[in-house]
C-alpha cells in the first residue's frame, strides 16, 4: 500500500501565489516520477507538471514560467509552486506517483486539493 497526502491547497486572489506538497508513505521501492494533474469541473484531468527520479521535469504550456516543480528524494516529497496563479489555475489538483514496490510496478493518486483563484 502507498499513500499521498496532499497539503498547501485554499482560496487565494489572482496574481497571488500558492504551494503544493505531496508526501508518499509504504510500500515504495523505488520512484520514477511524482506530478501534478488538475481537474477543474466539467473538464478532464490534465498533467501539470511532472518531474522524474532524475531530476527531468515537464510542464503543461498553460503554467510554464509560472509554476515549478521540485523534489525532495530522502522524504519522498514533491512540490509545487504555483505564482502568477490566474482564475483558470481554479480545479482540483491531484498528486501522483509511478513507482516500483520490489515486487511490481504500480501508480498512486492523492485525494486531491482544492486551489480557487478568486478576487
Known amino acids: 500500500q502507498v499513500q499521498l497526502v496532499e497539503s498547501g491547497g485554499g482560496l487565494v486572489q489572482p496574481g497571488g501565489s500558492l504551494r503544493l506538497s505531496c508526501a508518499a508513505s509504504?510500500?515504495?521501492?523505488?520512484?520514477?516520477?511524482m506530478g501534478w494533474y488538475r481537474q477543474a469541473p466539467g473538464k478532464q484531468r490534465e498533467l501539470v507538471a511532472r518531474?522524474?527520479?532524475?531530476?527531468?521535469?515537464n510542464y503543461a504550456d498553460s503554467v510554464l514560467g509560472r509554476f515549478t516543480i521540485s523534489r525532495d528524494n530522502p522524504k519522498n516529497t514533491v512540490y509545487l509552486q504555483m505564482n502568477s496563479l490566474k482564475p483558470e489555475d481554479t480545479a482540483v489538483y491531484y498528486c501522483?506517483?509511478?513507482?516500483?514496490?520490489?515486487?511490481?510496478?504500480?501508480?498512486?493518486w492523492g485525494q486531491g486539493t482544492q486551489v480557487t483563484v478568486s478576487s
Open positions: 509504504g510500500s515504495i521501492f523505488r520512484i520514477y516520477s
Open positions: 518531474i522524474t527520479s532524475g531530476g527531468f521535469t
Open positions: 501522483k506517483l509511478d513507482g516500483n514496490s520490489a515486487v511490481r510496478d504500480f501508480t498512486s
